[in-house]
Each structure stands twice: as structure tokens, then as C-alpha cells.
């Protein structure tokens, strides 16, 4: 069985996505995040920028392995907002992403059909204007060794060409670094069968 271990996300935040639909202005909005405070934060900074819209609805996902997701209607009718926008989410096969559409209503109800399909359709404009990348799940291992093996770990380090995301090279050393996850545990069995030095998964 091969190891899934990329996941796509977007490269940077696509704002102010137009979609009108009778006098009602949708505006779609992407970020790429990683955590609830970014999220929190995002909307905060729209309430504020469309302070005079009706309505701000959102869906996100985090995560790549165990995956935490939100859609919100705010105050929309149930399920007309949030799920048609995460719905989009889940066809463009994006995470670690928080999309947000703000509503100016324009003084005609587009009743619960139409504004499934405008709620959708401002999202997938928005996802389509947005560049989609795709990145490697990794998984960061702490090695710890006494400065006088610095050389057998620094080896490796060069050979497997790994990724050292911190290190603290004193008299005890320790490396941090960032293996992508479907050579995880060829890198790990390398570290730790090596005599006076451990590795263990942060």
C-alpha cells in the first residue's frame, strides 16, 4: 500500500470574488491557514472591511491526516451557505483553507435554491482564481547526540539531503528536522540503530 502524503491547499489568499445575482453582491474569499486563531482572525478583518454586509458565511478544513472542518450559514436559511461553500472544498480536494463569502442583499430573496447556487458558485469562482498547490505531509524527528558524533549525523543529514528545520549545536546537540512522511521510517531505523544518539517524533 503506498503512504498518501501530499495534500493540496492554496499558495496565497484570492479576495473580493464578484457574483451578483439579482441586486444581491456575493463576495468570495480564500485563505490558506493552519490553525482556528488564523481563521478567527480572517473574519474578524472582513466584519470589519464589510462592516455593512448581511451576512458573512464561511466554511473551512484543516488538517491532512485527521481533518477538522466547519461550515456556518450565519443567519442564512440552514445548510443554504456553509455546506454548498465547504462542498467546494471537497471538490477542488483542498485543506488547510478557510473560505469566506460575504453578502451585501440587494431587496430580492433568491429563496433557499437560489441562494444554495450562489453561495456555491462564489466559492468555486473563488477556488478557480486561486493557485492550488500540492505539499508533502512531513513528519518532524528530534535528534539528540553528543557534539563528538556530530559528524555520523551530519552525514546522513547530507546524503538523505533532509530537511533541518532547528538546530543546537553545543556540547550536547540537538537537530530538528522535517522528513516527508513516506520516508519516515527508513530515516528514523537509520538514526536509531546508531550507537549514542536518539531520535524521537516530535
Known sequence: MTIKDTYNTIYKPVEAILFKDKNSKFFGYAYPVSNEN????????????????RHWCYAYQLGTESITYRANDDGEPNNSAGMPIYGQIQS???????????????????????????????????????????????IEYLIKFEYKNMNTVMRIVKEK???????????????????????????????????EITISEI
Open 38 to 53: 488564523e481563521i478567527k482572525q480572517h473574519l474578524e478583518d472582513l466584519k470589519k472591511e464589510h462592516h455593512s454586509a
Open 161 to 195: 539531503n533532509l530537511n533541518i528545520v532547528d538546530q543546537k549545536l553545543e556540547l550536547d546537540c540537538q537537530i530538528k528536522i522535517s522528513v516527508r512522511k513516506k520516508h519516515a521510517n527508513t530515516i528514523f531505523n537509520l538514526f536509531n540503530h546508531l550507537y
Open 92 to 138: 477542488f480536494d483542498v485543506t488547510n483553507i478557510l473560505i469566506v463569502v460575504v453578502r451585501y442583499f440587494g431587496g430580492v430573496k433568491l429563496g433557499v435554491g437560489g441562494l444554495i447556487n450562489a453561495y456555491k458558485t462564489t466559492a468555486q469562482l473563488t477556488l478557480e482564481a486561486s493557485s492550488i498547490i500540492e505539499k508533502t505531509i512531513n
